[in-house]
């Protein structure tokens, strides 16, 4: 199966920390994108991971755990701006993307 | 910073009419895909293009819809009779490899398809 599943909305405060989290259920898997996507807009790229354990960029965090089709994005230091729909995605023989319904992210002040 | 480029941002046809829409890749890339978004729906894979053909297309890629790549920079979505359902926005994403490396695909700003 292609299934990608992923929390419908979140809602967290400025300056705290939130973790998003995905589970997929594939085969032909290379790997497990996150994206942002404002309302109206393209996404864009946050990061890539295609070996378990954590990659840290800035704010930003991504785990993957391939045994368990699971991966999450964190957080950290939310800022008004971070609010935004958080789009899984998974690569399928490096042919195309798969998307998750996404999670709508609110930050509040 | 290098970009994906969608012309028109927004365009309205009627139903039964056919429509192009545009893309410039990332210049050095030579992965190329269209996928499309329904209105608060997920993104959804159409189709990828290499080597001026195509590697892959989903069940939504019928017959009414087609690719090419006219010259060595625009990359078109051609929609020959739309339909209600086809009113979605459309992204154009390149890449300059096979994925596996860590920048992933780059997606245009979209074109808003309206169909009437």
């Known amino acids: 199966g292609q299934n990608i599943d992923q929390p419908t909305e979140m809602t967290a405060t400025e300056g705290a920390i939130v973790q998003i989290n995905c589970t997929y259920q594939?085969?032909?898997?290379?790997?497990l994108f996150w994206y942002q996507q404002h309302a109206g807009e393209a996404p864009t790229f946050l990061s890539y991971n295609v070996l378990d354990g954590l990659e840290e960029k800035g704010r930003f965090s991504s785990f993957l755990s391939r045994s368990k089709g699971y991966s999450y994005l964190l957080l950290k230091e939310l800022q008004m701006k971070d609010s935004a729909s958080y789009l899984c995605?998974?690569?399928?023989?490096?042919?195309?993307?798969?998307f998750g319904t996404g999670t709508r992210l609110q930050v509040f002040p | 910073e290098p970009e994906v480029t969608q012309t028109p941002s927004h365009q309205v046809t009627q139903m039964g009419q056919e429509v192009i829409l545009r893309c410039v890749p990332i210049s050095n890339h030579l992965y190329f895909y269209w996928y499309r978004q329904i209105l608060g729906q997920k993104v959804e894979f159409l189709v990828s293009f290499y080597n001026n053909e195509i590697s892959e297309k989903s069940e939504i890629f019928d017959d009414q819809f087609s690719v090419e790549r006219p010259d060595g920079s625009n990359f078109t979505l051609k929609i020959r009779s739309t339909k209600l359902e086809d009113s979605a926005m459309y992204f154009c994403a390149s890449s300059e490899g096979i994925t596996g490396n860590s920048s992933g695909y780059t997606f245009g700003s979209g074109t808003r398809l309206t169909v009437v």
């Open positions: 995605a998974w690569d399928y023989n490096t042919d195309k993307l798969i």
């Open positions: 594939t085969s032909g898997f290379n790997g």
